[in-house]
Structure formats: structure tokens, C-alpha cells
């Protein structure tokens, strides 16, 4: 990664990203170019990696080239697409000593479900190191092998809640921020955080709300609390069926799974999410919430 060091007097004119922000700052030369790039947020465990998934094969059903980054120690986001824990990139790095050059296209990028180009950006063994520097490698490596220059559409998959500014790294190559949430109050509360991050991030870089995805929910009750109250709004609705969890054990996209009438209308919701994000989601100028004033707002009389 690419430390930039900005001198005293431009600092006075720049703002951080928040008060006190020790976030990473990546070099502001390593653009990804044309394409649309989304980062897709929330709790963990509340189903970022099948929507971004499912997301990045409903893209290319509408004929688009599109590359996931999966930004999860874990490296399982894209598993769905491939069919294996592909090696992430810090995997690679590291057999070759660090050396990019020595690395080949096919070492760390895979072909999954449709077209849909894979990678697994990884971490830093826990305690090590920063997930900003992953984040930065992994776009540096693309753009050397050329691999965005015809790239409609990139889809940072990022783990868990926002917790430092390594992880929320990709927000400074994004277009636009989708929070995905469940219709509880933990999710909506990582959701607020994850609000105030991009509003940060905004700052000093284009990102901006996109939207809020509901995943596994019946009811979006408590999140049209939240979203009216801040100024977000719900761009598709997942309810928690089955199929969904049957999806992941059976290593498939829900593109993938045989078809009946609940799995059409969760197909449909992706590609019209796909394309409403195509066309261009409206900047949300959302404004998060006291910790306290959720705990009152949220909830049942």
C-alpha cells in the first residue's frame, strides 16, 4: 500500500475522515476507472456474501462484466460462484514474497457462475496487520493485469461492522454504500454505525448511501422506524425462505437452484435491484442516530 503523506499546510484545508480518524488514507492516484463500484455493509452473519453473490450474477444476467471482492479473512464470499474457498490474495502475495510482478492473472482471480470474475482479497492474521493494505494490494493488482479496464461493475463484499478504517478501506473506491440489515434491533443498530462510517468516509471521497437492502426478514417494520428516521430507504426485500440456506450448504447461487414460484420472485428482486442500481441509486443524505435514541425508537408499545 501506498502511504500518503500530506503536508501540514494542505491539511488545514482537508478534513479528516471524522474526529480523531486514524483511518487509512490509500493513494489517491489508485483509481478503479469507469465502472460502478458498490461496497455492500452490515452486521455479521446477516447475509452479505449470498447478496452480493446473488447481486453480482444478477448484474451479469443484464449482460454486465462484473469482478467481486470478497474482504473476509474467511475468504468465503465468493464460494457460491465458484464452488471452492478460492486463495485470497495476501495467500499468493505471500508465496511469491511479496513480489507482484511475479504473479499471473489466474493465480488469484477465478471465473464463477456466469461470467462473474472472482477474487478474495483476505486479511492480516489476526492482530498483524491492516485490512486497508489488503484492500489497496488487491485493487493495485487488478489494475496492473488490466483486469478493471473493461469491468462494468465491482461489488466490495466487506465483513462484519465497521470497526476501523482498514475495513472500511473500500469505501474509498466506492460509488455507493448498500447496508444490508434484518428487520431487529442489532442489525439496525450495526446499520447506524455503519451510517455514520460513510458519512465519514463522504467527507473526502465520492461514496454515498445507496440504500437498504432487508435480508432474512418477514416484516421491515422496524427498519421503516429507522429509515424514516434518518433518511434511508429499503431498495429490495429478502424474506428468510428455505432455499436460501439450502443455496449455501449446496455451494450454488439462488440463479442456480431449481426453480419454483417463492425462488422466481427472489430471482426477480435481485435483477431489479440490479437494474435500479445500474440505472443510478440517489444519494442518501442520511444523518445516524444517538446510540441511546435507537434504544427508544425501536421496538413495541
Not at 491539511?11 to 488514507?25: L, Y
Not at 456474501?49 to 453480482?56: A, E, V
Amino acid at each position: 500500500m501506498n502511504v500518503v503523506n500530506i503536508p501540514v499546510s494542505e491539511m488545514k484545508s482537508r478534513r479528516p475522515d471524522g474526529e480523531g480518524s486514524v483511518q487509512v488514507q490509500l493513494d489517491p492516484n489508485l483509481k478503479i476507472g469507469k465502472a460502478k463500484v458498490f461496497a455492500v455493509y452490515g452486521k455479521g452473519g446477516i447475509g452479505k456474501s449470498t447478496t452480493s453473490s446473488n447481486l453480482s450474477v444478477a448484474f451479469s444476467k443484464l449482460g454486465k462484466r462484473v469482478i467481486q471482492i470478497g474482504c473476509d479473512p474467511k475468504h468465503d464470499s465468493t464460494f457460491t460462484l465458484t464452488k471452492k474457498l478460492m486463495p485470497t490474495v495476501i495467500d499468493v502475495l505471500e508465496k511469491v514474497d511479496f513480489h507482484s510482478e511475479e504473479l499471473r492473472v489466474e493465480d488469484f482471480v477465478y471465473e464463477g457462475y456466469n461470467g462473474v470474475m472472482c477474487v478474495e482479497a483476505g486479511g492480516p492474521p489476526a492482530g498483524t496487520g491492516c485490512g486497508g493494505y489488503v484492500v489497496g494490494q488487491t485493487v493495485k493488482l487488478l489494475k496492473e493485469h488490466h483486469l478493471l479496464d473493461d469491468t462494468d461493475v465491482v461489488i466490495f463484499d466487506v465483513l462484519g461492522d465497521v470497526v476501523c478504517g482498514g475495513f472500511a478501506a473500500p469505501l474509498q473506491h466506492a460509488d455507493r454504500a448498500l447496508i444490508v440489515t434484518a428487520n431487529d434491533f442489532d442489525s439496525i443498530f450495526a446499520m447506524n454505525r455503519i451510517v455514520q462510517a460513510i458519512g465519514a468516509k463522504a467527507k473526502n471521497y465520492n461514496v454515498r448511501l445507496g440504500g437498504v437492502i432487508a435480508n432474512r426478514s418477514a416484516g421491515t417494520d422496524q427498519i421503516d422506524k429507522f429509515n424514516e428516521k434518518v433518511g434511508l430507504k429499503t431498495m429490495a426485500h429478502f424474506p428468510d425462505l428455505d432455499v436460501i440456506r439450502r443455496s449455501r450448504l449446496k455451494k450454488s447461487t439462488l440463479f442456480e437452484m431449481e426453480q419454483s414460484p417463492e425462488l422466481d420472485k427472489v430471482q426477480q428482486e435481485y435483477l431489479r435491484l440490479a437494474a435500479a442500481l445500474w440505472a443510478g441509486a440517489d444519494p442518501l443524505p442520511a444523518v445516524p442516530m444517538k446510540d441511546r435514541d435507537i434504544f427508544d425508537l425501536l421496538g413495541f408499545d
